[in-house]
């Protein structure tokens, strides 16, 4: 007998909420039956599209008793009551990063997700990228030996528009955050965390005191270290790539391009075309898996699914790096409490 598709709630229909509104139709295991957007016109092209009811109160989609599960990809302000409300009626949720930009408030909620019991999964698509999620299982199978050295080089394409980075709350929550969780991923006990950011080229991250360059520095309890690359842009197209330094060999996890036909002649041999250069593009088949795993999650399955936890553990970790690049100054973190 068939299991019934997972009914799932959308709330948020911007760019992201879009992606995932198009996997939910697209997977036989899940089916888009409520969409909520306050810009309810939003909410109607995506429904036109992927099917599903729409409103533009979040509220009757929770309480509508016709969905299973709850996706979140509204604006950061609106995560922790959306989840709060959520779990408190019993439906698991997946929630777009970061859970919220004050940790304050990510504690609040925290004993709430614990006493109600409700799976809450937060959405670190990048664990699920088939080619880091593999170097990481080679990383534990201990292909490599121990775990010496993790270097991740994040570049995005373009800086993103003054008013973006004015709510973002810096490169650290909104971008680093991810290659925070994916250092995690790795080497989940890290207890130090040194960053150091400039302003070379966004006249945006200068207006609103954030830097469009960083590099973080984590060390973890056994001494291992962890280097972030980060740059608000790339000529070269969406820079992602890992490397993973053992005692006995090296991993690593090169940039995605357009295609691989290669140009050789009298003035250049093997020239390439660009990388990827959009994150959906270099991310698609992540979260698409990410939508899976969260299936699993909600049937009470076992699920690779990042936890509340997890979401919580890379806030403290932006945190620390937003504070060690403005007082440079080396940050303890204790992500065990």
Excluded at 265 to 291: G, H, K, M, S
Aim: net charge negative; charged share 20%.
């Amino acid at each position: 007998m068939t299991e019934a598709a997972l009914r799932i709630g959308l709330v948020g229909t911007g760019r992201i909420g879009q992606v995932h509104a198009a996997n939910i139709a697209a997977d036989p295991a899940t089916t888009l039956a409520w969409i909520a957007d306050p810009y309810v016109a939003g909410a109607r092209s995506v429904a036109e599209r992927f099917g599903g009811r729409v409103t533009d109160s979040p509220e009757e989609l929770l309480t509508s008793g016709q969905i299973d599960a709850v996706l979140i990809a509204s604006p950061t302000p609106t995560h922790v009551d959306l989840i709060g409300r959520a779990v408190g009626l019993g439906l698991p949720v997946l929630c777009e990063k970061p859970i919220d930009l004050d940790i304050a408030r990510v504690d609040a909620l925290r004993p709430i997700v614990a006493a109600a019991g409700v799976p809450v999964a937060l959405g670190f698509n990048r664990r699920f990228d088939p080619d880091f999620s593999s170097a990481r299982d080679r990383v534990a199978a201990g292909e490599i030996g121990r775990l010496e050295q993790l270097t991740i080089i994040s570049r995005d394409p373009a800086p993103p528009p003054a008013e973006y980075v004015g709510v973002s709350g810096g490169i650290f929550r909104d971008m680093t955050i991810h290659d925070f969780d994916m250092a995690r991923f790795f080497l989940p006990e890290i207890v130090e965390v040194s960053a150091s950011g400039s302003t070379v080229f966004d006249d945006g991250a200068r207006q609103h005191g954030d830097f469009d360059t960083a590099i973080t520095t984590l060390r973890t309890a056994d001494g291992a270290l962890i280097t972030i690359i980060n740059s608000r842009h790339s000529p070269t197209g969406y820079d992602q790539r890992i490397e993973a330094f053992g005692s006995a060999g090296l991993l690593t996890v090169a940039n995605a391009p357009t295609s691989l036909v290669r140009l050789s002649t009298a003035d250049a041999v093997e020239a390439a075309p660009p990388y990827q250069d959009f994150f959906l593009q270099r991310y698609a088949a992540a979260y698409a898996i990410e939508l899976a795993e969260f299936v699993r999650l909600a049937r009470g399955e076992q699920s690779s699914s990042p936890t509340f936890d997890d979401g919580r553990a890379a806030l403290i970790l932006a945190d620390a790096a937003q504070r060690s690049a403005h007082q440079r100054i080396a940050v303890q973190v204790d992500l065990s409490a």
